[in-house]
């Protein structure tokens, strides 16, 4: 079936403009994750969805960072006033649900700050 | 104490030759290590996955050794081959209850298998 697919790929913003990526998870899978990638790095956890329960917002770096997940369906990361330090792949990850342990990633979205 | 350290950052291995990668942490609740492999301009992908209670998994070509006692866990990439190559990240879990979880990645090696 269909893989997590995140949108868009690419992305180049001005310092100061709000920019929006939307990731489409596994039909199914309940568990959401939002991670930042920058350059030579690994993973960092920014927020995680499960359900209907209350999002884990722990991982957002500033409250310029925000994120939405309706149901079990797409979710969108919202990054506002964009600073040349948020230059970094995001990549969405969806999980199966309670017993499962594998997260599948997407792509990811390339976003560039000038 | 949620660190996860990886090493080394990058390595250059002659293809049959063999990879290994390092990790250790502190965290005692971490319950569950992944490896993941990803190439450029994709998101990771899992290779292969322990549990605390075996010292040991393979899987083909790949193996994790985990030794509890010293908190460290290895990738061993045997018969190294060109498509091997790509950026490994070691991760453990952190589980909170129900179905919440959450994964510590290592920063990364970056893999070059030679032909």
């Known amino acids: 079936g269909a893989g997590v697919s995140q949108s868009p790929s690419n992305k180049v913003t001005e310092k100061g403009k709000d920019v929006e990526l939307r990731c489409d998870p596994i039909?199914?899978?309940?568990?959401l994750y939002w991670y930042r990638q920058r350059l030579g790095q690994g993973l960092e956890f920014l927020i995680y969805?499960?359900?209907?329960?209350?999002?884990?917002k722990s991982g957002l770096p500033s409250d310029r960072f925000s994120a939405e997940r309706t149901g079990e369906s797409v979710s969108t990361l919202t990054i506002q006033r964009t600073q040349q330090e948020d230059s970094a792949v995001y990549l969405c990850?969806?999980?199966?649900?309670?017993?499962?342990?594998?997260?599948?990633f997407g792509p990811g979205t390339r976003l560039t700050v000038t | 104490q949620q660190q996860v350290k990886q090493s080394p950052q990058s390595l250059i291995v002659q293809k049959g030759g063999i990879s290994i990668i390092n990790c250790a942490y502190e965290n005692t609740a971490f319950d569950y290590f992944p490896w993941y492999q990803q190439f450029p301009g994709k998101g990771p992908a899992l290779l292969i996955a322990i549990r605390p209670d075996v010292s040991e998994k393979k899987e083909g070509r790949f193996t994790i050794s985990f030794n509890k006692s010293a908190k460290q866990f290895s990738l061993h990439i045997m018969d190294s081959q060109p498509g091997d190559s790509a950026t490994y990240f070691c991760?453990?879990?952190?589980?909170?209850?129900?179905?919440?979880?959450?994964?510590?990645f290592g920063k990364g090696t970056l893999l070059t298998v030679n032909p």
């Open positions: 990850a969806s999980r199966r649900g309670q017993g499962a342990y594998e997260q599948y």
């Open positions: 969805f499960q359900g209907n329960s209350a999002p884990d």
């Open positions: 991760a453990a879990r952190t589980y909170s209850g129900g179905s919440n979880y959450k994964l510590t």
């Open positions: 039909s199914g899978h309940t568990a």
